[in-house]
């Protein structure tokens, strides 16, 4: 197995979004989808229709990962400047795809006002890039070195990530195991950090909530090898039993 840890960034485009207008649902199901992919999503920025403020954040993040994403900005209108920030970052120019061209034809042969102006603008694309099918809805993803860009509706996003399934190498899909326990976290901050410390391949997070009037908080253990996984759960049920707190494998 390919024990190499690859990693991604995602920029999320659109004021939209920083304006709280809008409630991104994309970084969810990317990280969903990288992990399977046995790709970790490392960093996510926000970002607003700038192409500057783009362009800046693709950059950074194409240098400090494997692959990069983005979602948001390559629509029909006017503030969708997303290619036009890519090509600007990497110094290539913008061009019409001819397949991306001749998906939209298609695709608007039957409806009404056909390939317009605007509805062509999906099929801009920076410089020696290649295309992410799109079942969806005609428009095309773009694909560039490892740059990957897509739409922001969460739905179209979800087909893009379908179509790039089993096309990005990646490494051993990361494992988690919950253990749920009705104490805050402060009290058996000691355990967890003595359990992964002795479990270096793994990594302990604790997510604490209030619920029917008690504290309490979540402990999920995440590592690439099952083994170390399953001997982590092991001794971090058997450090809280023996501290004589009550736990739930599986969570609360």
Sequence with gaps: MNERIYTAGLVVIGDEILSGRTHDKNIAQVASWLQVQGIRLSEVRVVPDTIERIAEAV???????????TTGGIGPTHDDITVDAVAAALEVPVIVHPEARAILERYYADKPGGLTDARLRMARVPEGAALIANRMSGAPGIKLGN???????????????????????????????????????????????????????????????????????????RSTEKDDL???????????????????????
């Design 59 to 69: 950059n950074a993040l194409r240098k400090s990962y494997d692959y990069l994403f």
């Design 147 to 221: 740059i990957h860009l897509m739409a922001g509706v969460p739905h179209i996003t979800a087909g893009m990530l379908d179509a790039l399934t089993g096309t990005l190498e990646g490494g051993a899909p990361l494992l988690a195991e919950t253990v749920g326990c009705w104490t805050p976290e402060s009290e058996v901050a000691d355990i967890l950090r003595e359990v992964e410390k002795a479990h270096v391949n793994c990594q302990i997070g604790s997510y604490p909530f209030f619920r029917d009037g008690k504290v309490g908080a979540n402990f999920v253990i």
């Design 230 to 252: 399953e001997s982590c759960m092991h001794s971090l049920c058997d450090g809280l039993g023996t501290a004589g707190f009550d736990f739930t494998p599986g969570g609360i």
